[in-house]
């Protein structure tokens, strides 16, 4: 018998920058409101820890905020496996290498899980030390709705 | 005679926002400076008034790949400032601790973004194509670092167990005893990768650099010792200010440091290497022989080599601590407050790090001054250029900037923690 399909969830970002914490506060939403079989993880945004966060599950959802141009709050769901393209975060990442560079990665690694899908949040304000904006606390609330939903469906 | 501008805008790996300008005259080069767009984050101003205890875990924040660096000057400085002495063991676990750093910090670096330089390859991603095996073997090393990190610090990034007088909760021998199997087997791991850096094709540039670090310990330093140089300084921390100064130049927004009446220093492995290669641990010694590497080293390419021989060093030094640990009776010794000022330098891996904090008798937070090894390291960073570069100028301009951003990459730069940095522009005259 094979083992059961291993799911996880990542909430990315540095909670003292800002709108940088909103992955981190989905995380934190969805704890006890999804099935048994999913994992919840925070985590500060390093690529090599994320590598290996994403070879260790055959779902992986990620979740953090991006900097592109959209009004801050904007969700958008991007399938990393059709080969969306994570755009940059808002700077939790070391020495640039963060989601974005994981993600790529781990496809040059061939390690990407058999579904690997990234919520990215517009964020607005990245100061340190810095209250994340009201319309991103909205949105992450919205996101932690949407992933529910697709966790619960699955 | 014709003039050409070239504009980059954004040099890669290296941490932060700043940029990289060159003027070039014909065959000369006639400025080469490092511009740190990266706004000041001004921790010494918001430090006043904060309770010491508060320092070790503010400070921190500074810096995502080297918060033990920062814990562990902040913490050294409030003891020196309050006249504690921590226990042994204490001090066994910060050198363990600073160990988990060093790992975390020399490997993402060297494996993530200066081994693509050397490769040919623009970055990681590229590389892992061609190469996966030395980018998951860098992935299982660095995770050693993390492990230490976690188990002692409370978690991998940001440790929240370190405070003034030691930690808030010590490891039991038993807690300690798992990660023995996972340092044995990165150890071996990175004495196979020291050997594969070794063969990489380095340039030969050399600089008559003034090395400064942490020296005179009778150990290879973290966290103690006096602060020495290649010309002759040799004093305490207490003393840095004396012979050490910030200044402020317009093209950056990060000071930058320079030995009073000296000029630029450098600061960093191959600083820390040339002045305690003797002290390195018998595996790092045979691998450092093995790669090529003399009792000193001023190439900077060679950098890496240098940065792979501590982390060897950081695997045996880690080892030697867990089977040496014997748990203190306290994990942490009482404060007395009372006003006064402390002094600290400890060797962050990519430079020796200085913190200096004034405290008020109810411990508040009067005055603090937190020079990172960056700052020290960005004069040192622009003379490499002015030095090295112009022999490269009739390099195409692709080449001719990728050979500039090496030379900046060889000194790790962080340039979050220096402003407390990269976009390139070249102006052909």
């Known amino acids: 018998m094979s083992e059961p399909p291993r799911r996880l969830v990542v909430g990315v970002g540095n909670p003292d920058r800002g709108d940088d914490g909103v992955g981190r506060l989905v995380a934190r939403l969805l704890r006890g409101r999804l099935p048994a079989d999913v994992r919840i993880e925070e985590q500060a945004g390093g690529a090599a820890e994320l590598v290996d966060l994403l070879q260790q599950a055959d779902c992986v959802i990620l979740v953090d905020a991006a900097v592109s141009g959209a009004p801050p709050g904007t969700i958008r769901r991007l399938d990393c496996r059709a080969g969306d393209v994570v755009p940059e975060s808002g700077g939790a990442s070391s020495h640039g290498f963060g989601v974005a560079q994981a993600v790529a990665l781990a496809a040059a690694l061939s390690c990407m899980p058999r579904v690997c899908v990234a919520y990215v949040i517009e964020g607005g304000s990245f100061a340190v030390g810095g209250a994340m904006s009201g319309e991103v606390v909205s949105a992450a609330q919205e996101a932690a709705r949407l992933i529910v939903t697709e966790l619960t469906a699955a | ?429």
């Open chain 2, 1 to 429: 005679m014709t003039r050409k501008t070239i504009k980059v805008d954004v040099l890669a790996r290296v941490e932060g926002e700043g940029g990289l300008r060159l003027v070039i005259d014909g065959n000369t080069l006639r400025e080469a400076e490092l511009k740190i767009f990266e706004p000041p984050r001004f921790f010494e101003a918001f430090l006043r008034g904060r309770n010491y205890t508060e320092v070790p875990d503010i400070t921190a924040r500074i810096c995502g790949i080297c918060p033990v660096a920062y814990q562990m000057s902040a913490v050294h400085a409030m003891e020196d400032a309050l006249g504690i002495t921590v226990s042994h063991p204490i001090r066994e676990l910060r050198r363990l601790l600073y160990c988990g750093e060093w790992v975390e910090s020399h490997v993402l670096h060297m494996y993530m973004l200066h081994a693509p330089d050397f490769l040919g390859y623009e970055g990681a991603v590229e590389m892992a194509k061609d190469y996966p095996d030395i980018v998951q073997t860098g992935l299982r090393i660095k995770k050693a670092g993390n492990a230490i990190l976690k188990l002692l610090g409370g978690r991998e990034i940001h440790p929240i167990n370190v405070r003034v007088g030691g930690f808030y909760r010590v490891p039991t021998k038993r807690e300690l005893a798992p990660l023995r199997e996972e340092l044995q087997r990165a150890l071996e791991m990175s004495l196979n990768a020291v050997r594969l850096i070794a063969g990489f094709e380095f340039p030969d540039c050399t600089r008559d650099y003034e090395m400064v670090s942490l020296g005179k310990a009778g150990e290879y330093p973290f966290n103690a010792g006096r602060v020495v140089s290649s010309k002759g300084v040799d004093i305490t921390p207490q003393e840095y200010d004396a012979h050490f100064e910030e200044y402020h130049v317009e093209h950056s927004n990060a000071l930058h440091s320079r030995r009073v009446g000296a000029g630029s220093y450098l600061t960093g492995p191959i600083a820390r290497y040339s002045l305690n290669s003797a002290l390195l641990s018998p595996l790092a010694k045979q691998a450092a022989r093995e790669a090529g590497l003399e009792a000193t080293c001023n190439n900077p390419f060679r950098s890496i080599v240098v940065r792979a021989v501590e982390v060897i060093f950081a695997f045996e030094e880690a080892l030697r601590v867990i089977d040496a640990y014997e748990p203190p009776d306290r994990p942490f010794e009482d404060v007395a407050l009372r006003a006064g000022t402390g002094y600290a330098c400890t060797e962050a891996p990519r430079g020796m790090l200085y913190h200096r904090y004034s405290i008020a008798e109810d411990g508040a937070i009067l005055d603090a001054k937190i020079v990172p090894p960056t700052s020290q390291n960005l004069p040192s960073i622009e003379d490499d250029l002015r030095t090295f570069a112009p022999a490269w100028l009739q390099q195409d301009t692709n080449r001719l900037r990728h050979l500039c951003e090496q030379t900046i990459r060889n000194h790790d730069p962080c340039i979050s923690c220096s402003v407390h940095f990269l976009k390139l522009d070249i102006v052909r005259v």
